[in-house]
């Protein structure tokens, strides 16, 4: 496990993710047995909350794109894609504003999803305007030559 995920799971998501992952979950009104998908899921945290609300007849299926991983990502999505219509929800915690192609993300949101799913998504606005962010940004890529916030295009 790296330093940065370690990190991201002991200080930002009790004190940011996890508070905030509440907030979505209760807006999207889950139901037993629903088939969710997390995007951008960082270290989970939106999908651990919501496996208990969907039980075990539901399914729980966590993406995000780690710098450190994108290889190995794109290999596995070459070999496995996400069924057309399958899931009754998708949630995107503060991740969308980082795709580089937000509407080809959001297509793809929609062809998962079974007919009358749900999308809920929680948006900040661009790195550009962020400057928690930005700052995380320019400190990974001097101490670690790569960005920790910057996902590559959808």
Known sequence: MSYLAESYERFMVPSLFEPWSFHLIQRANLQLGERVLDIACGTAIVARNVVP?????????????????????????????????????????????????????LKEMHRVLKTGG?????????????????????????????????????
């Open 53 to 105: 609300r969907v039980g075990s007849q539901g399914m729980v299926v966590g993406l995000d794109v780690n710098p450190d991983m994108i290889g190995m990502a794109q290999a596995m999505a070459e070999r496995q894609r996400l069924p057309n219509e399958n899931f009754d929800l998708v949630f995107c915690q503060f991740g969308l504003m980082f795709f580089s192609n937000q509407h080809a993300a």
């Open 118 to 154: 749900r999308v809920v998504l929680g948006v900040w606005q661009g790195l550009d305007r962020h400057p928690f962010y930005q700052t995380l940004h320019e400190v990974s890529q001097r101490h670690l030559g790569k960005s920790s916030v910057q996902l590559e295009e959808s």
